[in-house]
């Protein structure tokens, strides 16, 4: 008669489960770097961004101001808070684009920025993107 648990298959399963929990713990912390780096706002927007047809590459950098007071707080940039020094909020964004240079791209760029980001267009400032063969 033949036992149906002998020693040997109870040493393999834990060590085959270890494995594969090692397996999956691993390729869930790279999967996570990754969503990390694509999830920071500034990121997000880059990508949004780069998707519109003659943007190309985007760049974009949020200043961030210490807010005031509370009658000033804007409930949409609140989403967008800096932990950094008590409470702050995006008074301003710079957006660096390879088509930035053709001014309907530039006017579409900053039609759209100032709608999602219900930000004044004074406030935002768009520049075309050093093409690595330029002179100077």
């Known amino acids: ?26 390729t869930w912390n790279d999967s996570k770097t990754e969503q990390y780096n694509a999830s920071t706002e500034e990121g997000r ?3 949004a961004l780069s998707q519109i047809q003659g943007v190309g ?3 974009v950098y949020f200043h961030y101001d210490v807010k005031k007071n509370q009658s000033e707080s804007n409930s949409l940039l609140d989403g967008y808070l800096s932990s950094s020094e008590g409470p702050t909020y995006i008074s301003g964004l710079l ?24 930000m004044p267009a004074h406030r935002i400032m768009i520049v075309p993107m050093e093409n690595k063969g330029d002179e100077q």
């Open 45 to 47: 927007l880059e990508q």
């Open 1 to 26: 008669m033949e036992k149906k648990w002998t020693k040997q298959k109870l040493i393999f399963i834990p060590i085959a489960l270890f494995v594969f929990l090692a397996y999956i713990s691993v």
């Open 95 to 118: 957006v660096v684009s390879e088509g930035a240079s053709n001014p309907a791209i530039q006017k579409k760029l900053l039609d759209t920025i100032s709608r999602v980001m219900q």
């Open 57 to 59: 590459q985007v760049k």
